[in-house]
């Protein structure tokens, strides 16, 4: 079974600060996401990447920056957090990233901005 | 705009019966329809799926109906159980075009005993 794992697992940071969220799976899966999910809208796709190097841009992209390091390692980074970013933040990771392919969740960092 | 809809928001049914979840969507291009799991403190997982060629899903007490004319489908708990609680999400992939699935805003499920 797929493992990813995300740290940390909760951060509070200030309007403006710089944060950092990482994500590995160790799988050898093709495809890595970055999604919030929040009461209401469910999953967002923020940014996603199917290769080490490579970013494509989600639903709801602005306010981050994503890096794809290593074909394990996929970063979410908010530059300037402001207090609509506070959120449940969840990694997944998939084999093809293709058609009907399942999707394997990280446990999630919540995010609050104050 | 939300390209799936669930409701309800949230459920409560007791132990034993029938818990029925409701998902519709607006893309007639959406053809694969994975519902996933979530726990509290957890990330979704998988729970079933079904392709858009198909009418019906079964997996143990899971089931899938789906009503392609009417661009709806539904998630069948039969003989709920208290471990059953949980939110699910029903979300949808597009047949063409870029890969993106789409999440509902998801249901909380209350099983009580």
């Known amino acids: 079974e797929a493992a990813v794992t995300q740290s940390p697992r909760n951060k509070v940071t200030v309007t403006g600060g710089n944060v950092t969220l990482s994500c590995r799976q160790t799988?050898?899966?093709?495809?890595m996401y970055w999604y919030r999910q929040d009461t209401g809208h469910g999953l967002r796709l923020i940014h996603y990447?199917?290769?080490?190097?490579?970013?494509q841009i989600g639903d709801v992209p602005d306010g981050y920056k994503a890096t794809r390091t290593t074909q394990e390692d996929f970063f979410l980074l908010l530059e300037l957090a402001s207090p609509s970013q506070t959120s449940l933040y969840f990694c997944a990771s998939s084999d093809a990233g293709g058609r009907q392919d399942t999707q394997y969740f990280g446990p999630g960092t919540r995010l609050l901005v104050l | 705009q939300q390209q799936v809809r669930q409701s309800p928001q949230s459920l409560t049914v007791w132990e034993g019966e029938t818990a029925i979840l409701n998902c519709s969507y607006e893309d007639s291009t959406f053809n694969y329809f994975p519902w996933y799991q979530q726990f509290p403190g957890e990330g979704p997982a998988l729970l079933i799926s079904?392709?858009?060629?198909?009418d019906k899903k079964e997996d143990g007490r899971f089931t899938i109906f789906f009503n392609k004319r009417e661009k709806k489908l539904s998630l069948h708990i039969t003989d709920s159980q208290p471990g059953d609680s949980a939110t699910y999400f029903c979300?949808?992939?597009?047949?063409?075009?870029?890969?993106?699935?789409?999440f509902g805003s998801g249901t909380r499920l209350l099983v009580s005993p």
């Open positions: 990447s199917y290769g080490a190097g490579n970013l």
């Open positions: 799988n050898s899966h093709n495809y």
């Open positions: 979300a949808a992939e597009p047949g063409t075009g870029g890969y993106k699935v789409v």
């Open positions: 079904i392709r858009s060629v198909s």
